[in-house]
């Protein structure tokens, strides 16, 4: 594969193909979608965290005057748990069958217990009302510490751990070297313990869908997803229809950040339409968002670092309990997987612990688990930098991973741009600008890198030519942060034809093949592969073409600037032809042309990033305000410069939100008690800067434009970042996010200790 | 209950509409009006996605009763672009990439729009405060405050 080089569209800031859709209002999300005699669902959801559903009786909801359908667990199927792992993807069906609706028990507040559909949404409501469960309350935990003391509530039975029931449900270890030997070489060794609160990707959009089934059983579903043939395969596997009869097309989607990435809504729906034989739309409130879908793990990690006078880290040990919600899963593997990976360590042992609580499942968020364990690391890492009184980036820079070190997680990395961008933090104007007088503020600054593996994976694509000799494209995977801008600079490039003649259209189920998930930092990466694969069959159809029209042979055309041309003089003399000639003739000279390409993608890299914050507390007030941002990143190739920085920016402004404000916090009774978005606290604009990027460019040269994912990678470093600048303003570290004001006035008040023992 | 008839006026144009008298402004706009273009994020005045204009106040529309529309003059983002020509704002927005994920946009677009014909001169800081009100998930809202300080900037230069 050939590196494009001078591009005439690739690295452009173009105009994405569906702006105009969502600059006036015309874009249809999941919730603007209507169907002629559609009726509503709503889900009655369990008060308690924890308790076993004895019965439940839903014949008063049934009487209800405009009442259409009720269902509960009984109508999902069911996989059972002594039957092994039946696995979609990364999710096991057997929580997931348990995690639409309620099984046995209850394992959270606001777990779905049954569902009602209804002729307006306020008869739903009243409906859900009316149907009687009898509870029995268990004890519940939700804190990590909690949830592994052995006297605690077990959620799962079934689980044993160490041979007894645990709610500890998995754990995983990466291994490297001898790590007992490497801390008796460290002169300097810190260890410390950090504690994160879960909290919730907070799209925009709350989860929404309407549903169709017809007597015959062939369903169509419109939804919000970062997937829709995760859509179609969970609501099959849950409804028992089978895929080939779903068709799920993809709505426009209103933010995700992994938390799409299961269905909560859609078997629920599509069970409600089937039973009452009418369309059935499910819109998600706010609360419902916050209470029982996914957000990220809670979590508990310690962290132990050792190090030689000189500057380079002999050993390190992390352990990080992740809370997995109700159902295994945490995302230890990137916590455990990718904390350690910016760095060459000799000896290094790295695990992971997976562990059940009673809180909603959780989902993925952003390079899941990674951000929570660089928290751990990336802060020791300041600490023993500190004690071995070095700059933090020139500490990094002798211990950075590069071209054939071999990462913890397994791999011996290939050409990768780690190094890069801790250079381009140092040499950035951000670091070497004074901090400046905080005006009786105290200012700091903290550094801080992060990594993730990112991911190839199922894509297709249909690239077909219109009679008028332009483009449509057809991709399976929602556009979520503007990949469809990518794609038409890239097929616009190979093409060498105006990116406004490429529209770009993502495709449902039934009309393009599978496609894997929006997420992972996988999109363009994998898109742009078959989309490229694609078009240069395309192309060779073209110059095909050309060459029967002129009479010479197919090798004596290359294609140029969007027309047949020869290749010499020699191969004859020809006026070119252009991509609209050859449209006009197909009809006479082949027939149509069209190129689909399916392929399970290969080659992604690891992508890292080097993060600088500056911040400004309140002493009197305990607020912490970061007033300046930079974040480097090795993006492989920018195909659109602008949402490239786009995704850096975001990433940053989600994760300063975790490390300053967000969390849950629980009441007594072991609910959300902040489920809405005036008291779950996200940065609004006026608590933001603006966030510089720079964008380092080491092309992945197993992809054909050179790409590497950009999505995850800038949310993992922020909070230690953050973490690390409080540090240096106040001569204060903080070991539990958030770094809330009244935390910051309670760690104001605490005498100051140690920097390093 | 009845249903309460309600004249008003959307986007210059008269407009009539039957509701509920609990409806919100937003549920008869995404309802019987099906104008999608105003988001529901939260309901609660908290996101700022419904956001329009009752007589030029900029407000959720989400805390606004349907029925206080009668006689008013409401804008929404159906109503920003002339025609097929797009207003200075929405051209910036997609020029500078200050969406991504776009169920922010008509709330942002609408509310500072409200913000230029207030103040065609706003600070950075005033365009943050302004904007506080509309939560966007995906941009850090860096590229949105740029969007809309390089359109008062061309406005004021037009
Ligand atoms: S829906 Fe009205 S402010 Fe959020
Ligand atoms: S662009 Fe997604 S919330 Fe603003």
Redesign the interface.
């Known amino acids: 594969m050939n590196l494009v080089t001078n591009n005439k569209w690739i690295g452009q800031r173009t105009i994405r193909p569906d702006g105009m859709d969502k600059v006036t209002g015309r874009a249809q999300f999941a919730a603007d979608t209507t169907m002629p005699g559609m009726i509503w669902g709503k889900v009655l959801r369990s008060p308690h965290p924890h308790a076993r559903i004895r019965s439940i009786d839903t014949s008063k909801a049934e009487k209800l005057p405009g009442v259409k359908a009720v269902v509960t667990s009984k109508d999902i199927v069911d996989f059972p748990i002594e039957k092994g792992a039946v696995m979609l993807g990364i999710q096991d069906m057997r929580w997931m069958c348990r995690n639409v609706m309620a099984r046995d028990k209850a394992l959270f507040p606001g777990h779905p217990i049954a569902a009602v559909a209804a002729t307006t949404e306020a008869i739903a409501a009243e409906a859900c009302a009316l149907i009687e469960v009898d509870y029995e309350v268990l004890p519940w935990s939700i804190k990590i510490d909690d949830a592994i003391k052995p006297d605690a509530p077990i959620l799962h039975e079934f689980n044993k751990f160490d041979g007894k029931p645990s709610n500890i449900v998995g754990r995983l270890e990466h291994k490297k070297g001898d790590i007992e030997q490497g801390f008796k070489q460290a002169d300097t060794v810190i260890e410390r313990t950090f504690t994160t609160r879960p909290v919730h990707q907070g799209y925009i959009e709350p989860h929404a869908c309407l549903i169709s089934v017809a007597p015959d059983g062939k369903t169509t579903i419109w939804s919000s997803s970062q997937g829709q043939f995760m859509v179609r395969a969970m609501t099959a596997y849950l409804t028992g229809i089978p895929q080939s009869d779903i068709r799920a097309i993809p709505a426009e989607i209103g933010g995700g950040f992994g938390g799409k990435t299961i269905v909560y809504l859609e078997p629920l729906a599509t069970l409600l339409a089937k039973k009452s034989g009418r369309p059935v739309k499910m819109v998600m409130t706010r609360e419902e968002v916050m209470r029982a879908t996914g957000p990220t793990s809670g979590s508990k990690s310690t962290v132990k670092i050792g190090a030689t006078k000189d500057g380079k880290i002999v050993a390190a040990h992390g352990t990080f309990y992740l809370q997995a919600g109700a159902f295994p899963g945490s995302p230890i593997r990137g916590a455990a997987g990718c904390s350690f990976t910016p760095y060459d360590i000799p000896n290094l042992l790295s695990e992971g612990f997976d562990v059940c609580s009673n809180r909603s499942k959780v989902a993925a968020y952003r390079a899941p688990g990674a951000p929570i364990g660089a928290y751990a690391v990336e802060c020791v890492l300041d600490e023993v930098a500190e004690a071995l009184k070095m700059d933090p980036l020139d500490f990094r820079l002798k211990n950075a991973a590069k071209e054939g070190t071999k990462a913890a997680h397994g791999p011996v990395f290939p050409r990768i741009g780690y190094i890069e961008t801790v250079e381009a933090a140092k040499a950035s104007p951000h670091y070497a600008a004074p901090l400046g007088d905080g005006n009786g503020k105290l200012r700091g600054r903290g550094v801080a890198s992060g990594f993730w593996f990112n991911a190839g994976g199922e894509s297709s694509a249909q690239v077909n030519i219109t009679e008028d000799g332009n483009v449509v494209v057809t991709t399976g995977h929602p556009d979520i942060g503007g990949s469809r801008a990518g794609i038409a600079n890239i097929c616009a490039e190979l093409l060498g034809i105006d990116y406004r003649r490429v529209s770009v259209i993502i495709g449902d189920t039934q009309t393009v093949g599978f496609s894997n998930l929006t997420g992972g930092s996988r999109v363009l990466f994998a898109s742009s592969m078959v989309v490229t694969q694609s078009t240069e069959k395309i192309i060779q159809t073209l110059r095909e073409r050309a060459a029967k029209i002129w009479e010479i042979d197919p090798e004596a055309v290359k294609w140029e600037n969007g027309a047949a041309h020869p290749v010499s003089p020699n191969a004859g003399q020809f006026e070119p032809l252009t991509l609209e000639e050859l449209a006009e003739k197909a009809p006479a000279m082949g027939g149509p042309i069209g190129a689909g390409v399916q392929l399970n993608t290969q080659g992604a890299d690891g992508g890292f990033g080097t993060h600088i914050c500056d911040v400004e507390v309140d002493v009197d007030l305990g607020i912490a305000r970061v007033i300046r941002y930079t974040a480097v990143q090795d993006v492989g190739r920018a195909i659109h410069p602008g949402y490239v920085e786009g995704q850096l920016q975001g990433g940053v402004a989600q994760g300063i939100g975790w490390a300053l404000n967000e969390e849950y916090i629980y009441t007594k009774e072991g609910k959300v008690d902040n489920p809405g978005f005036l008291d779950y606290r996200m940065p609004v604009c006026s608590d933001l800067p603006m966030i510089d990027c720079i964008m380092v460019e080491i092309p992945n040269p197993k992809h054909p434009q050179g790409v590497k994912g950009v999505g995850e990678v800038p949310l993992v470093p922020v909070m230690a970042a953050v973490a690390n600048a409080i540090y240096n303003a106040l001569g204060k570290r903080f070991y539990a996010l958030p770094m809330s004001p009244p935390k910051v006035l309670e760690k104001l008040d605490e005498p100051v200790q140690q920097a390093a023992e | 209950m009845a249903k309460v008839h309600v004249t008003t006026s959307i986007n210059g144009e008269p407009m009539e509409f039957l509701c509920e008298p609990s409806d919100t402004m937003l549920d008869a706009l995404?309802g019987p009006l099906a104008?999608?273009?105003?988001?529901?994020?939260?309901?609660?005045g908290?996101?700022g996605?419904c956001s329009i204009t009752i007589d030029d106040r900029l407000v959720c529309s989400c805390l606004m009763l349907a029925v206080e529309s009668e006689g008013h003059e409401i804008r929404?983002?159906?109503g920003?672009?002339q025609g097929d020509r797009?207003h200075p704002l929405?051209q910036k927005?997609?020029?500078?990439?200050a969406?991504?994920?776009?169920?922010?946009?008509?709330g942002m677009?609408v509310a500072s729009d409200a913000l230029l014909k207030k103040n065609p001169d706003p600070t950075?800081?005033e365009?943050?405060?302004w904007?506080?009100?509309?939560?966007?998930?995906?941009?850090?809202?860096?590229?949105?405050?740029?969007a809309v300080m390089e359109t008062a900037a061309e406005m004021r230069a037009q």
């Open positions: 995404r104008l999608t273009g105003s988001k529901e994020g939260c309901a609660s908290d996101c996605a929404t983002i159906e920003l672009a797009l929405q927005f997609l020029e500078m990439a969406l991504q994920c776009g169920i922010c946009t008509s677009l950075e800081e365009v943050r405060f904007l506080a009100g509309n939560l966007c998930r995906c941009t850090g809202y860096d590229k949105i405050v740029r």
